[in-house]
């Protein structure tokens, strides 16, 4: 309850400020002097702010202060005294041939630290922090390439992608549905067909390796090794883009996998390409350039 009569406490010789509850008054003790002087320099030091720094949301914006400073204009100052200061090697980068990028020591460990930045933002989220790969993304560790692993190919990759609708020039296939083609028997059978040969299967035997025939060798060929001008995989070792249980490989052959990579070349610079296309070859997958090295 309340009572509007404020009265003197007799135990203090505090006045009340007329509130009572349960017959417990409130009394009116002014706030310490100590407070209000804190109180009163943060109001004087959020005028002058306010005058002195952005402060104010606009609806563009915010209103610029008379020193017109922000942590924004610190940090793009900063980005570009370090573009600045890399000017030089990142020239070097684009003008220097991508198979003699690892026989300048300075320039590859320039290239593959820039590239390794370039990934962790770009390209981690879908290949993996460590480039492994998930179920639909590549394992860039290994040496098994859809569309081959020497740093041309690689480069090339990255910078148009594969089967985006933004680049005329992405790597593109198709991989048909089959289940509007075939029974489910007949995907069954091909199912098996397909898990068995990794275990050294002739791709043409039996009644999957007729179908695989009818169906499959035209891209991946006639010893179901694959064909890298199509992105199409090799069916005969171990690696499995989407996974090898029957209910996996029967959602493949039945509804057709479509990945898609985006094209890096439209969003990240020459160089910025080829210092990633430098990192992921050194991961240990990277394919030397036929010719190169007396590879074959």
Request: some cysteine; glycine content about 12%; proline content about 5%.
């Amino acid at each position: 309850m309340s009572d509007d009569k404020r009265r003197i406490d007799p135990v203090t010789g505090t006045e009340t400020t007329g509130h009572s509850w349960d017959g417990i008054e409130e009394l009116n003790n002014p706030l310490p002097r100590w407070w209000l002087w804190t109180f009163y320099g943060t109001v004087v030091f959020s005028l002058i702010y306010v005058v002195l720094y952005p402060a104010i949301p606009m609806i563009n914006g915010a209103t610029g202060g008379v020193f017109g400073w922000s942590t924004r204009s610190d940090v793009a100052a900063a980005i570009a005294e370090v573009d600045a200061s890399q000017a030089a090697m990142r020239a070097s980068l684009v003008n220097t041939d991508l198979h003699a990028i690892d026989r300048n020591e300075e320039l590859f460990a320039f290239a593959t630290n820039a590239g390794g930045a370039v990934f962790r933002t770009n390209c981690s989220q879908c290949h993996g922090s460590g480039a492994a790969g998930a179920k639909g993304y590549p394992n860039l560790l290994d040496d098994e390439w859809l569309w081959g692993g020497t740093i041309d190919d690689i480069a090339y990759t990255v910078r148009h992608g594969i089967r985006n609708e933004t680049d005329p020039e992405a790597r593109y296939s198709q991989m048909p549905a089959f289940g509007d083609m075939l029974e489910n028997d007949q995907i069954s059978t091909l199912v098996d067909h397909v898990q068995s040969l990794p275990e050294g299967a002739d791709p043409l035997a039996g009644p999957g390796g007729e179908l695989f025939e009818m169906n499959c060798s035209a891209c991946h060929g006639a010893d179901a090794k694959g064909d890298r001008t199509m992105g199409a995989p090799n069916l005969t070792d171990a690696i499995w883009l989407y996974g090898d249980s029957d209910a996996q490989l029967n959602e493949v052959i039945s509804k057709g996998p479509f990945g898609v990579m985006p094209a890096w070349g439209e969003r990240l610079s020459e160089a910025e390409v080829r210092a990633v296309a430098t990192y992921v070859h050194s991961l240990g997958g990277g394919e030397p350039t036929v010719g190169e090295n007396d590879v074959p």
